[in-house]
């Protein structure tokens, strides 16, 4: 059977970035933050079209870089919506923490919705959420320094590929940490 086609749609979502880098470097705040908001939008609908819905973050992403950039608007500042990333980090952390409170696991509950069998013992789902939890909120606390500090072109990419060398690093590693685990508990 023919696996459907995977694209790099997640390219998607650095489309608002970018653009605002760029409109900021060669226009007025007003126009960057216009253009990073429609561009929001755009990607939504790109997302819609290239993949048949929007996943839950991408809405979550796109209502945050639309009501921070109507905030910074207004406040004529662009911090507002360069902390987008901060708040879509605490957001997803909060999710995470609000799950393991009930006794719940994303990742078990995805794997359920799929119909599969996960792999690895419930607990190792558990410490990687949490893991996972931890690590989003202190990227979520570095994003916020990068806002406050930095130059819109290093926030762009910590934004974009910077995180996912970070997050690739971090898994890297956390894969290790579950080998280890479960060579232990085979013992």
């Known amino acids: 059977m023919k696996q459907p086609d995977q694209k790099p749609y997640f ?13 900021e470097t060669y226009y007025s705040l007003e126009i960057a933050l216009v253009g990073g908001i429609l ?3 755009v990607e939504m609908l790109l997302e819609k079209k290239f993949t048949g819905h929007v996943h839950t973050l991408s809405k979550l992403n796109v209502s945050l870089v639309i009501v921070l950039g ?18 879509t980090g605490l957001s997803v952390a909060s999710f995470l923490v609000f799950k393991k409170l009930r006794g719940q696991s994303l990742m078990l509950e995805m ?6 069998t996960p792999p690895m013992p419930a607990v190792v789902y558990r410490t990687l959420e949490w893991h996972i939890c931890l690590f989003l909120l202190g990227f979520a606390a570095f994003m916020a320094k ?19 060398i970070v997050f690739g690093c971090f898994m890297v590693a956390e894969l290790g940490y579950i080998q280890w685990v479960l060579r232990r508990q085979r013992k």
């Open 39 to 41: 561009l929001g939008v």
């Open 70 to 87: 109507l905030v910074s608007l207004v406040a004529k500042e662009g911090l507002w919506f360069k902390l987008q990333p901060t708040l």
């Open 111 to 116: 794997l359920k919705d799929m119909h599969q």
């Open 146 to 164: 990068v806002a406050l500090v930095d130059t819109t072109a290093t926030w762009l990419f910590w934004k974009t590929g910077g995180f996912y």
């Open 11 to 23: 390219l998607l979502s650095f489309i608002p970035a970018v653009a605002y880098w760029y409109l």
